[in-house]
Antibody, heavy 120, light 107 residues
Framework: EVQLVESGGGLVKPGGSLRLSCAASGFTFNSFGMNWVRQAPGKGLEWVSSINSGSDYIFYADSVKGRFTISRDNIRNSVYLQMNSLRAEDTAVYYC?????????????WGQGTLVTVSS | EIVLTQSPAILSLSPGERATLSCRASQSVSRYLVWYQQKPGQAPRLLIHDATNRATGIPARFSGSGSGTDFTLTISGVETEDFAVYYCQQRTSWPLTFGGGTKVDIK
């Protein structure tokens, strides 16, 4: 089955760190760019970061630049989001999404999401 | 940054009616405009990419049109499973941006 499964979300204090993981299955992972998109409670969608298939091209939203790092492991078919210096405004469901095109991407496959709550 | 403005914010329709959703870009995105559907508690689902191309498995009642700065998603006859929030996204330039969404609900 073609799917993406996120993990690693949870409750963290402001200033803390968290690492999200996304495991891919059912498709040739190393042929696709991967992305993180988040959605604050009751709000719309916000693109966070993208990485191409070979990790040559990496992009971040200004709101997370310098604090978040995207990476991937094409052997483990996984993409990661290391989140440091977390703020209350980073509270959201974080979705892993597959890039369905050449850069810049649209997102043709989404995971179910993992909730990150930043609160003291 | 390209700003996408969706209208209306809420569209109240009866099943079988035609839905017309608008997405306007602050500058030209050529044809690189994408539509997603999101139901409560679920991840978004790709509907239309590059303005007019239906994604795999998307019913023919969904269609997209437009280019430049003005785009439309049309549902030719809304079915009960279509009541959801719809987002547009541009993939012309970084940062990738989404519109604020249009909620299609039952009249």
């Amino acid at each position: 089955e073609v799917q993406l499964v996120e993990s690693g979300g949870g409750l963290v204090k402001p200033g803390g760190s968290l690492r999200l993981s996304c495991a891919a299955s059912g498709f040739t992972f190393n042929s696709f760019g991967m992305n993180w998109v988040r959605q604050a409670p009751g709000k719309g969608l916000e693109w966070v970061s993208s990485i191409n298939s070979g990790s040559d091209y990496i992009f971040y939203a200004d709101s997370v630049k310098g604090r978040f790092t995207i990476s991937r492991d094409n052997i483990r078919n996984s993409v990661y989001l290391q989140m440091n210096s977390l703020r209350a405004e980073d509270t959201a469901v974080y979705y892993c999404a597959r890039g369905g095109s050449a850069l810049p991407y649209y997102f043709d496959l989404w995971g179910q999401g993992t909730l990150v709550t930043v609160s003291s | 940054e390209i700003v996408l403005t969706q209208s209306p914010a809420i569209l109240s329709l009866s099943p079988g009616e035609r839905a017309t959703l608008s997405c306007r870009a602050s500058q030209s995105v050529s044809r690189y405009l994408v539509w997603y559907q999101q139901k409560p508690g679920q991840a978004p689902r790709l509907l239309i990419h590059d303005a007019t191309n239906r994604a795999t498995g998307i019913p023919a009642r969904f269609s997209g049109s437009g280019s430049g700065t003005d785009f439309t998603l049309t549902i030719s006859g809304v079915e009960t499973e279509d009541f959801a929030v719809y987002y547009c996204q541009q993939r012309t330039s970084w940062p990738l941006t989404f519109g604020g969404g249009t909620k299609v609900d039952i009249k």
